[in-house]
């Protein structure tokens, strides 16, 4: 069972990874429009991976989903704690 991550600022469980310098192999990516009524135009939600061959790059770094702060490295602390201490 996985505990969540909980942001050191706002307290929330969710966030986003953003992936900066990526090369991306044979990579599938999907962009969510939205029909903004107001603007009476598509508003692109951004690209997203879905799949790939093959990912390198070159910084990542996390920013909570409520207050949009940087919890990179708290969400590295979060990963590692998570991890199985042995596999039996
Ligand atoms: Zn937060």
């Given amino acids: 069972m996985a505990r969540p991550f909980r942001c050191p600022k706002c307290g ?3 966030y986003a990874i953003v992936l900066t ?4 192999t044979n990579a599938t990516l999907e962009e969510m429009l939205t029909w903004d009524e107001e603007q009476q135009d ?3 939600g951004g690209s997203v991976v879905v799949d790939s ?3 390198e790059n070159e910084g990542a770094t996390a920013v909570c989903a409520e ?3 940087d919890v990179t490295e708290a969400v590295r602390q979060y990963e590692a704690s998570q991890e199985p201490a042995t596999e039996a």
Avoid: A, K, R, T
């Fill in 12 to 14: 929330s469980h969710d």
């Fill in 21 to 24: 310098g990526c090369n991306l």
């Fill in 42 to 44: 598509y508003v692109s």
């Fill in 53 to 55: 061959e093959g990912m």
């Fill in 67 to 69: 207050c949009e702060e």
